[in-house]
């Protein structure tokens, strides 16, 4: 049984210039003690997936569809309710953790909220002790010394261990990591992701990797969701995947991670052409086709369906028997 099993998610947005899907029709499922992977560009629909799960939409967005969590439609609950399994079952890493963190509160007093809201603790000093062990078991060197100083006083990387170090707090059954690595540096970022995979081996948890990044993808995740315009264009297992894309915008992607078996003096990245699309006004048919090498007119009109390629292998594409791994090298592949 799946621990998380999200059906049919549809996510809604009223704007002042009307109402946009930013996520339509997603489904997917995420496997006690798996690290799932929901990779693709800014404005896929990635983080409003996960926040419509964890019902952080604005008062603008409305949510429809399942999301089942150990039986519970987390979709359906009311706002108390949520605020029980927010933190005590499943937690979420966001982006910028700097921004995160409440810049007058200590850190030990912000590691140790979670705990002290849920009851999981009887005392501040039993909270404060389990706040240094959590330090340490991040890596955060000299706990005893910076349990009160303030987020301004760490380093970004610190910061972000910190965070995880508060989503830990609670020992969830679910960690939802949204781009946990954002605006840190190639190292600090491969140190956060190595202690992300460990803690999940060793509390046994699920995790949730969101990113735009392919590399990060084949470095932490056993399966792989790729969307694109609010949908979910390409999912299966991690090695699958890159072995045998299904989807042109996957294959896109691809080509824009760098390799290091490549001559670097006359290797080049090639960058999907074209933008992603305006979600206030969905295009016709295959919402990729203005990008695509591969589109033609069925394309351009008829809406694929996700359907099975390849065992646990799915994919939202109309041209599956001209796919082949040169597409994008190709000056023109259109039929």
Known sequence: MSLLDVRNLTTRIATSRGVMNVVEDVSFTVQQGECFG?????GSGK???????????????????AAWFEGQDLLTLKSDALQQIRGRQIAMIVQDAASALNPVVRIGTQIAEA??????????????????????????????????????????????????????????????ADEPTTALDVTIQDQILRLLVALQAE????????THDMGVVAQT?????????????????????????????????????PHLDRDVGTARLRPIPGAPPDLMN???????????????????????????????????????????KDIWNAESARA
Do not use: W
């Open 115 to 176: 705990m002290m809201q849920h009851g999981l603790v009887s005392s501040k000093a039993e909270a404060r002790q389990r706040s240094l062990k959590l330090m340490s078991k991040v890596g955060i060197p000299a706990t005893e010394s910076r349990i009160d100083d303030y987020p301004h006083q760490f380093s970004g990387g610190m910061c972000q261990r910190v965070v995880i170090a508060a989503a830990l707090s609670c020992s969830p059954k679910l960690i939802i």
């Open 221 to 257: 995740c056993q399966r792989v969701a790729v969307m694109y315009g609010g949908e979910l264009v390409e999912m299966a297992d991690t090695a699958s995947l890159f072995r045998t894309p299904r989807h042109p915008y996957t294959m896109g992607l691809l080509n824009c991670v």
């Open 47 to 65: 983080s409003m997936t996960c926040r419509s799960i964890l019902g952080l939409l604005s008062k603008s967005g409305s949510a429809t569809g």
């Open 38 to 42: 929901i990779v693709g560009e800014s």
């Open 203 to 210: 509390f046994g948890m699920s995790l949730i990797l969101v």
């Open 282 to 324: 969905p295009l016709a048919g295959c919402r990729f086709h203005p990008r695509c090498p591969l589109a033609n007119d069925a394309c351009k009109s008829t809406r694929p369906p996700l359907r099975e390629v390849a065992a646990g292998h799915f994919s939202r594409c109309l041209r599956q028997d001209v796919l082949g």
